[in-house]
């Protein structure tokens, strides 16, 4: 269950027992049962009542069978799905710790991430550019290329720093977590036991390590962005 279609369920419950009770109370106070509130013919205020509890309690039951839908369809999916459902929501979003990488990364400008607080080892952008250059890596070893990158490729130096270029890493960013998810669901899913090349891990670790890579540097970018937005108002 997404953390909207959570959100919604508790508004919608909490809305149905207010109606409820207050139909129950009206009803008692005009002398019905309420018990009886199918069988007897209700004054209009308290018909008013009686259908917008029915219309909150149709919405509940279609966001049940929305929800079963859902879970339905996770248990249906193979090993490669899986794989690339969390790879999307640590990216995207729907992540069940929490804001995603691109979630986080909204609002930060240039200036912001090219910005090295004090004590900070590495800026917003050039996690952003080190986070690009793993995910390429997972999908190069699934091509085959061993992937070993060198430091200026591990963590690329950010040399210029305008809006126009931030948003030109931004664009990268999503389109190699694209290729990476597209490289995933092309693998037979045979070789996720096996050495996603000789020597080197299983593609199922490779794999959900990407993921752990991004949601570990989706935290470092959080702190960062926090004290650079401090900064700012400094």
């Given at each position: ?39 007897v ?40 799905e ?37 004590g ?11 986070i690009?250059?793993?995910e ?86 959080a702190i960062l ?10």
């Amino acid at each position: 269950m997404s953390r909207q279609q959570e959100s919604q369920r508790t508004r919608l419950a909490e809305k149905l027992r207010e109606v409820d009770k207050q139909l129950r109370t009206e009803m008692l106070a005009r002398g019905f049962d309420p018990s009886q509130d199918d069988n007897v013919a209700l004054t209009a205020p308290l018909a008013k009542l009686y259908t917008e509890r029915e219309n909150l309690r149709a919405e509940l039951e279609s966001l049940s069978e929305i929800e079963t839908s859902e879970e339905n369809q996770e248990n249906a999916m193979g090993e490669l799905e899986r794989i690339v459902d969390q790879l999307r929501r640590a990216f995207e979003g729907e992540a069940w710790h929490g804001p995603a990488v691109t979630e986080i990364l909204e609002g930060i400008t240039a200036q912001q991430a090219a910005a090295r607080p004090s004590g900070a080892v590495h800026s917003i952008w050039e996690i952003v550019l080190h986070i690009a250059a793993w995910e390429s890596a997972g999908a190069r070893r699934l091509r085959g290329d061993r992937a070993q990158l060198p430091t200026e490729e591990d963590w690329p130096v950010v040399t210029i720093s305008s809006e126009e270029a931030w948003q030109q890493t931004m664009k990268a960013l999503k389109q190699g977590n694209e290729e990476l998810r597209t490289a995933i669901s092309r693998l037979d899913e045979s070789r996720l036991d096996q050495p996603i090349l000789e020597d080197m891990s299983s593609a199922y670790r490779t794999l959900h390590g990407i993921v752990q890579h991004d949601l570990y540097h989706a935290g470092q970018i959080a702190i960062l962005k926090k004290m650079v937005s401090e900064d700012s108002k400094v």
